[in-house]
């Protein structure tokens, strides 16, 4: 039985089983999981069985695609309902998203509950919003619960901790607190993947998930009006109301997401520049994602297919958009086929034209990954470069091109799945160095100039490539040149040795804090990291180290409890300054050389 065979549990059913549990139970839960996770699986409509023995049965009844009480889940043991195995299968399973709402429909602007007070009314309006007990006493449960994370490292944050994890974000969301509830529900996500051994898992993705889940519980106390908004974060996509709009189409990609979706993304841009996107994604993996982009875009009367979308335009009126440019598709919305507009001709010839070391400054603003949501923008580039040939690095082979400044771009493939056709194109655009071509690309956050390579001009300019989907044949491409430039050094990033910092915000996260708290003396690497000039680095080391290692004893000489919330924040402001210093490198890295 894998996670994927079982249907989706709510974050609240979850938490309620194994809170459930008796002491003596909760000790066998991870055991349970790991043992249910052995035994046969099988589906009849909404209820999928789990033969627990040759005699007993375990059933997830899931109407609607999700378990959303705990009396769904029931077993034939003799002990149930206070068994283990109901908390066991409930953990095993993916959690559920919360109910989704329509989306593409103007988001009225509804006020937040106000915090109550014993202000006069005159005071209430001049003074501004701040979070209500309730919410944070929801924020204090979800530090809680992500220190204890920290204390454990993932080897110890079992099934127990999770729970914790989603009671916290179920109170979190019912508090309204729906950016905070979404960066727990990640963080077990991450943490069951990590467990499982999941290939896809990452820990750079678990340490940003939960700085992300400390930062913002941490600000629910101390924010207030806009900036309240902001940390409390939306529970569905604002669309509003954008009038007429005319769209050029340039692009369009596939989307293929860990969870199991896939579908297709197609770009588009206005004449003023400004981006926006059509979307259609759901539960189908890569075969979806090849499979839609040939299909009719859902908005108004337009027969055109994504692929075809992504070379045409349209008009489009009744137009709403979200914050992060998602165009909706309401039943107000009209949208009638227009002429396109080539990437050499007004108005997307434009979005070449704006150097590249402001556009990396533009999408590593929209990519901060603590950026407040809804802050817009876009991660792409749009670059001028003359393909340099094939360079190999650890984690594989990517293509050398120089772009204006004389700046060297690293790019790569956005998926390796056989059935995308990015590897193929990038490997044959890789045999013609000396090529000239009009790229788009996703912003990497790297030390050195790196992008994700999605679409390109056809290599004897005539038309576009969308490197997802359209395969390059050797026919396309020139000879090779005669003469080839060299390639320039690139920066490795061994001038600002950060990853000293780095890798000790990663352990803890791998070990828990007593593992951080064996190593003694880091004089060494503090000494190393105060010369390349990151004095900050350097004092965050010391400090990340020392509460670890630090252990007070009582006046019989017993140890006290460690100091679990101290910890936590000396490891958040580790996570977000070497996340913040990334940037910045990454940032300079753009700047040109000439």
Known sequence: MTAAQLPPVAPDVTATLVEDLSPRLRKRLDAAVTKLGARPTHRDGDTVTIDVDDETELRLHAPGGAVTTADAITCGCLLAPACVHRAAAACAAPTADPPPEPADQPT????????????????????????????????????????????????????????????AAHT???????????????????????????????????VTALAELLGTAHRVGTASGAEL????????????????????????????TDSGHG??????????????????????????????????VRLGDSALTHRELGRAGLAVSGATVSPDGRLGAGKGVKAVTAKGAAWTEPPLAALWETPPSEQ????????????????????LLFLDVELLGAVR?????????????????????????????????????????????????????????????????????????DLGFD??????????????????????????PLYLLERRVEQTVLAGRAALGMLGDVTAETRRIRRAGLPTAAALLTALCASAAQRDRDLFGRLLPADTDGFATHWLASARYTAAVADSLCAAAWEPTE
């Open 172 to 206: 979190a969301r019912l508090r309204q607190l729906p950016r905070a509830a979404g960066a727990a529900l990640s963080v077990v996500t991450l943490l069951r993947a990590a467990r499982a051994g999941d290939p896809s898992y990452r820990t750079a993705d678990l």
């Open 229 to 256: 908004a902001a940390v409390r974060g939306r529970a569905r996509r604002p669309y509003s109301p954008d009038g007429s709009l005319r769209l050029y189409g340039l692009f369009t990609e596939p989307v293929v």
């Open 393 to 465: 690095e650890p984690g594989g082979t990517c293509l050398l091109a120089l772009c204006d400044g004389g700046i060297s771009v690293r790019l790569t493939v956005v998926d390796d799945d056989p059935a995308l056709a990015h590897r193929d194109n990038l490997m044959l655009l890789a045999t013609a160095p000396g090529t000239r071509l009009r790229i788009i690309g996703r912003m990497v956050p790297a030390p050195h100039p790196r992008l994700t390579l999605l679409a390109c001009s056809h290599p004897t300019g005539e038309g576009t490539i």
């Open 360 to 379: 990396a400054a533009r999408a590593l603003r929209s990519t901060f990954r603590y950026a407040d949501p809804d802050g817009g923008g876009s991660d």
């Open 471 to 496: 395969r390059l044949r050797r026919a396309d491409l020139p000879d090779p040149t005669a003469s080839v430039h060299p390639a320039p050094p690139q920066p490795d990033g061994s001038g600002a």
């Open 108 to 167: 009225p602007a509804v006020p937040e509950p106000a915090c109550p007070s014993d202000a006069t009314p005159d005071e209430s309006a001049s003074s501004p919003e701040v979070a209500s007990p309730a919410q944070r006493a929801a924020a204090d449960a979800l530090w809680s619960a992500g220190a204890a994370v920290l204390e454990s490292g993932v080897d110890g944050a079992g099934a127990v901790t999770q729970s914790a994890l989603l009671r």
């Open 263 to 296: 579908g297709v993304r197609t770009w588009v841009a206005g004449p003023d520049g400004r981006l926006c996107t059509v979307g259609d994604v759901a539960p189908g993996g890569v075969g979806r994602a090849l499979g839609v982009a040939d299909r009719a």
